[in-house]
């Protein structure tokens, strides 16, 4: 491992992505990664503004004779999904990333790799600092906390641009130009738990749900894969009404748009039961690794004796819980009909944790249809109300409709068919691109949204293809070089 992806090519992109993985950069904490591309832009010359949210502008002239050419806006954001196998020793918040190149792939050691978006910011850094490209006026758009809030992109002001054109390069399939994405919401449901004496007639266990792919809550949603927070209260479902089994504390997931990959709850078991709740634990692992054979091949469920708690949930709060997370949807709500094979409206459940006798429970909805995310969160409100839980939405933003009169759409299609002998597939895209809301601000942008194949990302398992790297690169340089006319 070390820096030898920073020789690949091409040379000024994948130099500034490994510049990138040594500044920790998780969302919400991308100051220091933010603050490296600003001192980027003044050691190039350029014109470097920091805006009021801390989104960073660098504005670069054309090149000699392209004056006449529309101003384009290349996108990316600086922050990082932060997710670790829980084997590995890393600190997101001061440690580098680790990377090393597999069988074509860049990868990182037990962590995510931040290609998303960290390539397309890298790429837009190379483009400032080349010298022998063609192109119009830049104008590269460094956004914050696209992950965790999108906050960079809400934050934006109208006025700070001039361009015509908005190139965000943060989809994840090379071959495919992105028109249109899924709006999305975050619901936050909140119990408040009391908290009994713990029965010292009983033994004490920590079950462990761990091994799942986890991965992308938008891409990813469709591919079925575990949800640790389902098969936890599944089966704790299953052994509080067999055994009278006992509550104490759950912490499943950790990123709202991350699927969670692990759960962990601590419970008690009446000292007559404790054979049948192990038992038990076994079987559920057996039907576990038997309906997810094939997509979580390394699913792992185990309960091992721990220290006693002083309290467990009293029982109406446990059951008001876990019979809430049990009837919760979670995945494909619906499909599109409009784009074959493309997810219209999904939800995450994605994080379940206790703490100081509440309990608070995290999902991000997502659809391309306004009315469709409406209705998950009024199913969502119902349900949870019901539970007696407090239930609150935040964070909304739009999706992005497709313009079928794009210049910029008709432009890349023309360059990839003469580069490569093939039209790209035109696409809509299930997550939260940066467009919907930057289009908001800024309704003149002829917007579209390209990038080299990562997969898996928010996930230890991300990995960037070296060879669609070059392409993308390639193609990139090519559109700037054919933008339309003023």
Known sequence: MGNEISKLEPLGLWENFYALTQIPRPSKKEKQAADYVVDFGKKLGLETIVDG???VIIKKPATPGMENK????LQGHVDMVPQKNSDKVHDFEKDPIETYIEDGWVKANGTTLGADNGIGVAAAMAVLQSKDMQHGPIEALFTIDEETGMTGAFGLEAGMLDADILINMDSEDEGELYVGCAGGSNANMTFNYDEVDTDPNSVAFNIALTGLKGGHSGMDIVLGRGNANKLMFRLLKEVIAAYGVRLSSINGGSLRNAIPREAFATVTVPANNVIEFADTVEEFAAIYKNELAATEPKLD???????MPATVMAEHSQDDLVN????CPNGVVRMSDSMEGLVETSLNLAIVKSEGGKTKVMCLIRSSVDSAKEDVESTLESLFRLAGAEVE??????GWKPNPDSEILTVMKDVYNKSYGKIPEIKGIH???ECGILGAVYPNWDMISFGPTIRFPHSPDEKVNIETVAKFWDFLAETLKNVPAK
């Open 53 to 55: 949210v801390g989104n």
């Open 70 to 73: 529309k101003t384009v806006v």
């Open 301 to 307: 469920l185990i309960a091992e004796k721990c220290d």
């Open 324 to 327: 809430a997370i049990q009837a």
């Open 393 to 398: 939405f935040s964070g909304q933003y739009p």
């Open 431 to 433: 997550a939260g691109l």
